[in-house]
């Protein structure tokens, strides 16, 4: 898709390029319906000005996009430190930019797209839905990491790719592997969050292994953290509330094993042991997991093949060696210490 330009806006208004711009940096002699439609037509046409080098061609950049949803998740560390190794091998730049709660990381691509004249985008975390339009203005390769579903319903999956486990079978696994345990009453630290997202392929995950098990799943054990806000606190509160509410369980699973560890120390103070008064289990595979205490029995995602695998592919599509692939690498279940049979 060709990009939209300030002459391009203009010509569809009507008025001149300064008009366009004076109505961009908001000054005040412009009429105002001017102004209304002008910023009208911006928006139906996704332009995004580029303040950085508007006149610079892209093929003189060399950078590639990062964009990371929950950056405060220890999780992606490994992942980016690996991404900023071989992009520097490779003589190019990496341009991180954390995306907030409230923004779409879509929209903070296209901007950082223009700005940084990037060569390829990788998404880390986030939502795993998104608009086709929006999508078809990005005019680079991307790659979403770490998640793997159909990004849009409307977009054909040969216009980017992926690289995760599947989140919603391998949340099935850890479930499983609790009932296989003997525990019935499984309660679930999650995200309250309708948007599409890995969070919510794990939830499913969950609800699916209790059905196919004959469990019927318990709203009073599903407890939700804050919307995308994974931190020890957040799993320590999130669990000290599910131990208040008096309801009855054996084992709780955490979508993360940053909220797991959390899990672990409000369990502490309760007075309850881990594993023999309940079961824990998190999910990722974090170094953390090896020095909590007891030790973190958890689902361990392939972090090193996935970021090798991202890396190799943005640089490929870049220098068109092949197309968009999918890739699902499988994760692997970590028995430690905070599980025991019942």
Partial sequence: MSEITIREIAKRCGVGV?????????????NPETKKRIMEVIQETGY?????????????AKCIGVLVRGITN???TPMIEKIEQETEKKGYALVLRHVEAYENEVDVALELEKEKRLRGIIFLGGSSKHSADKMKQLNVPVIFATIGSDISEELSRNSYSTVSVDDARESRKVVEYLIG?????IAI????????SVVRLRHEGYIEALKANGIEP???????????IYTMKNGYEATKALIESGAKFTA???ISDVLAVGALRAFADAGIKVPDDVSVVGFDGQAMAEFSVPRLTTLKQPLDDISEETIRLIFDLIEEKRGHKHIIFPGELIEAESTKRI
């Fill in 252 to 254: 709780l699973f955490c």
């Fill in 74 to 76: 220890p999780f992606f």
């Fill in 181 to 185: 345990l003997g525990h019935r009453k």
């Fill in 218 to 228: 318990d709203d009073k054990l599903i407890r939700y953290v804050d919307r995308r």
């Fill in 189 to 196: 630290l999650t995200e309250g969050n309708d948007e599409p």
């Fill in 48 to 60: 995004i000005p580029n303040n950085s080098a508007r006149n610079l061609k892209r093929i003189d």
């Fill in 18 to 30: 300064s008009t366009v711009s004076r109505a961009i940096n908001d000054h005040s002699d412009i």
